[in-house]
Antibody, heavy 121, light 107 residues
Framework: QVRLVQSGAEVKKPGASVKVSCKTS????????LHWVRQAPGQGLEWMAY????????KYSPKFQGRISIIEDISATTIYMELSSLRSEDTAVYYC??????????????WGEGTTVTVSS | EIVMTQSPATLAVSPGERVTLSCRAS??????IAWYQQKPGQPPRLLIY???TRATGIPARFSGSGSGTEFTLTISSLQSEDFAVYYC?????????FGGGTKVEIK
């Protein structure tokens, strides 16, 4: 069974950074790319980033360029997304999601449960 | 950058009714459209991709259609578990934008 398990909720002050993990299981880790999508309270889905396991190829939404980074730990089949210079508008649920197929960019067939990040002074 | 627009924002429907949700792209997206369902407190769930291909385990009452810039998700007979928010999404390009969502609520 394919699973994505994310780290727990975080509360951060404005200007700080947050690091969210996404532990994968049930499939060959390097085979599929992973994405990050966030959802502010009561709002829709916002795509943030793409990360290809193994070669570190990344694509970031221009909105987050310069503030976001993603790293992998292949032995732990886990990726980590770090968002810096947090502001109140970054308060959201952050999801990692796996692509349905290695040849198609951006169809998300498996999702993590989400990590709530609250930015408040 | 392509913008996806969904309508209506909210739809009040009775169980058993047929539901049609619309999604419009600001430019042609070929067949690269997916639909997701999201219930409160849960992550989104993939329903449809390639305009009309149901994802694994999705009931046949969900169907998709359209081409170019206009797309539709139809639920043939709404069940109680279908009350949720539905998002369309363009994929196979960067960035892969989502529509703003349509909330299907009980009438």
């Amino acid at each position: 069974q394919v699973r994505l398990v994310q780290s727990g909720a975080e509360v951060k002050k404005p200007g700080a950074s947050v690091k969210v993990s996404c532990k994968t299981s049930g499939y060959t880790f390097p085979r599929y790319a992973l994405h990050w999508v966030r959802q502010a309270p009561g709002q829709g889905l916002e795509w943030m980033a793409y990360f290809k396991i193994g070669n570190g190829n990344t694509k970031y939404s221009p909105k987050f360029q310069g503030r976001i980074s993603i790293i992998e730990d292949i032995s732990a089949t886990t990726i980590y997304m770090e968002l810096s210079s947090l502001r109140s508008e970054d308060t959201a649920v952050y999801y990692c999601a796996r692509e349905i197929d290695i040849t198609i960019f951006g169809i998300f067939s498996v999702w993590g449960e989400g990590t709530t990040v609250t930015v408040s002074s | 950058e392509i913008v996806m627009t969904q309508s209506p924002a909210t739809l009040a429907v009775s169980p058993g009714e047929r539901v049609t949700l619309s999604c419009r792209a600001s430019q042609s997206v070929s067949r690269n459209i997916a639909w997701y369902q999201q219930k409160p407190g849960q992550p989104p769930r993939l329903l449809i991709y390639d305009v009309s291909t149901r994802a694994t385990g999705i009931p046949a009452r969900f169907s998709g259609s359209g081409s170019g810039t206009e797309f539709t998700l139809t639920i043939s007979s709404l069940q109680s578990e279908d009350f949720a928010v539905y998002y369309c999404q363009r994929y196979n390009n960067w960035p892969p934008p989502f529509g703003g969502g349509t909330k299907v609520e009980i009438k």
